[in-house]
């Protein structure tokens, strides 16, 4: 008896510290060698310590593994992706993952950037299996999802993509510890700048912001103007981004993409699908006066004190830009506000 209790704990004990499908995912997330050539993991473009973006703030999208190739888009923060629906239409297009809804679920959004030569490059899925074999955690792997976990490739390969969504579905990603949930439930409080922003937000962006995710995982058109600083641009310079017209074929989305969640978007610059806005009240300033001008474009010559508004530049794809934006008519007092609201999303 007293032989069968000292196996059972054993027993237990092992179980309690196998990998979980998470920590297995979270090592596949920061795996350097999973690129070709070697060197790019998912954290270099999701960096965990800067919100989930990429912390190239020098550069509007991102450099994949091979040196000089860069994405067309700007890396958007991989937190709270868990809770994107997948692509459906209800009157209007809704969820969907990447910034044009391609792909409907977090396993099938983990296969894109391991691919995709201007990410991190594998010409196969062998080839990324490969590498797994031959990782400090293939035991793990196969302790996991079985010993023959990696003998056939595309089962391998789907284990990879399952481990990798759980990941991204887990507390890290998805904490929810912001001083706005603190405030939420009652044990914290927003300063009085906050409160007016919080004010601010509810009139004025909340339809497309809704909490608690703060998007509506809906598609619109801004207007965000063509960036030919885009280190993309440079080798492709007549490319025009259509988002998600591309993915449904459908001309009325032309320029549309999905609307971002509003969670740790301090943190998270430049902004915009081409990382056209360096910084969060340049953005702000350019919803509030894309279609009346504002003081902060350079674009026009202007005399000296004076107080003349320039026009921003045109939209990339003019025919759908949605008018709820635009001329918000908020002072910069009221930005200002906005702003310092937007600061207390940010996750501890």
């Known amino acids: 008896m007293e032989v069968r209790f000292w196996v059972f704990l054993l027993v237990a004990g092992c179980a309690v510290d196998a990998p979980s499908k998470e920590q297995l995912g979270k090592q596949l997330f920061n795996d350097r060698s999973l690129s070709t050539p070697v060197g790019q993991s998912c954290a270099d473009c999701h960096d965990p310590t800067q919100a989930f973006r990429d912390p190239e703030s020098d550069r509007t999208t991102s450099m994949g593994a091979v040196d000089g190739r860069f994405g067309n888009r700007n890396a958007p923060t991989a937190m709270y992706s868990a809770a994107i629906p997948p ?13 044009d809804g391609r792909a409907s679920s977090l396993e099938e959004q983990a296969a894109g950037p391991l691919m995709n030569p201007r990410e991190m490059n594998n010409p196969d899925h062998a080839t990324v299996v490969a590498k797994v074999r031959r990782s400090p955690y293939a035991a793990q792997f196969r302790e996991v999802y079985g010993s023959r976990a990696l003998d056939d490739t595309e089962t391998a390969f789907a284990h990879i993509t399952d481990a990798l969504a759980s990941y991204e579905r887990g507390p890290d990603l998805s904490p929810f510890s912001s001083r706005y949930d603190k405030f939420m439930a009652g044990t914290g409080t927003l300063s009085a700048q906050e409160l007016r922003g919080y004010r601010l937000f509810n009139a004025s962006c909340a339809s497309c912001h ?3 995710l703060f998007t509506s995982f809906e598609y619109v058109n801004v207007g965000v103007p ?25 001309p009325t989305e032309d320029g549309k993409f999905r609307v971002p969640s509003l969670r740790n978007v301090a943190r998270t610059a430049p902004y915009g699908h081409n990382g056209y806005f360096e910084n969060l009240p340049f953005m ?18 202007r005399a000296a004190n004076s107080q003349a508004r320039c026009q921003w530049p045109a939209p990339e794809i003019p025919a759908t830009i949605d008018h709820r934006v635009g ?8 930005l200002a506000d906005l702003a310092a609201f937007l600061e207390a999303l940010s996750d501890e």
């Open 87 to 99: 692509l459906h239409y209800d009157g209007r297009w809704v969820g969907g993952l990447f910034w």
């Open 284 to 301: 702000l300033e350019f919803l509030n006066t894309r279609d009346v001008g504002s003081m902060q474009v350079a674009t026009c010559s």
């Open 327 to 334: 001329d918000l008519g908020m002072s910069k007092d009221d």
């Open 210 to 212: 809704p909490a608690p």
């Open 226 to 250: 063509r960036y030919e600083n885009n280190m993309f641009l440079r080798d492709n310079p007549s490319f025009i981004d259509h988002g998600l017209s591309t993915t449904v074929n459908q």
